[in-house]
């Protein structure tokens, strides 16, 4: 399966605890952004990175989520002591370029706070 | 501030009953339009990108087309096969894609 591919499909944690999430891109796909979606809510933009370095993430939280995409390995997402309010669902998508150019989405991980 | 609106919020439809999908958008400069179609408990899957204003893409029986303002997703004698959430999606200045709340599309046999 060459797609778009997340893991775990769905985390539970408690209150306090740490989350990360995992995405790897399409084959070939060097550009990664990571979207929350809210329960009756579209898609959020979170976080734009390529390869060692974070191009846009002025749709992430300041405080308590960070993400990276190492030069080997794939992208991770990070959210610190989680709240109630950070369960949602988490999509990674991958493209090959930057604007304009479709992105493809992983089926990606149901995050819930216990 | 870039904006998309998606309309109606859900329809309901008879077999071999088409119809249209509205995505009203505002943009500084339009980036690309896109279509996605998404399952329950799945990621967006990838319909159509349109650039430019009188542009019209086609596949199966999904017809997407895109003026200055808007864009239109029809859909001609849809089957129960095709019963997802439609989103629409515009692209932002840094990469990134603004996602309308989409319209949940239900087609019954």
């Known amino acids: 399966n060459a797609g778009v591919m997340q893991n775990p499909r769905h985390l539970v944690r408690r209150r306090g605890q740490e989350a990360r999430l995992r995405c790897s891109p399409m084959?070939?796909?060097?550009?990664v952004y990571w979207y929350r979606q809210l329960p009756e809510e579209g898609l959020k933009f979170m976080v734009y990175?390529?390869?060692?370095?974070?191009?846009?993430e002025s749709g992430m939280p300041k405080e308590r989520f960070s993400a990276e995409f190492p030069k080997e390995g794939p992208s991770i997402l990070r959210i610190q002591q989680v709240v109630r309010g950070d369960s949602a669902a988490y999509f990674c998508?991958?493209?090959?370029?930057?604007?304009?150019?479709?992105?493809?989405f992983g089926d990606g991980t149901r995050l819930s706070i216990l | 501030e870039d904006q998309v609106t998606q309309s109606p919020e859900a329809l309901r439809l008879q077999e071999g009953e088409s119809s249209s999908l509205n995505c009203s958008y505002t943009?500084?400069?339009?980036?690309?339009l896109f279509w996605y179609r998404q399952d329950p408990g799945k990621g967006p899957e990838f319909l159509f990108t349109?650039?430019?204003a009188g542009e019209e893409k086609e596949k199966e029986r999904l017809k997407a087309t895109l003026t200055k303002k808007e864009s239109f997703l029809h859909i001609t004698a849809p089957k129960p096969e095709d019963s997802a959430t439609y989103l629409c999606?515009?692209?932002?200045?840094?990469?990134?894609?603004?996602f309308g709340k989409g319209t949940k599309l239900s087609v019954k046999p």
């Open positions: 998508a991958s493209s090959s370029q930057g604007s304009n150019q479709p992105q493809h």
């Open positions: 084959k070939g796909h060097s550009h």
């Open positions: 990175l390529q390869k060692e370095n974070i191009i846009d």
């Open positions: 943009v500084s400069g339009l980036r690309g």
């Open positions: 349109l650039y430019s």
């Open positions: 999606a515009v692209g932002g200045s840094q990469g990134n894609l603004i």
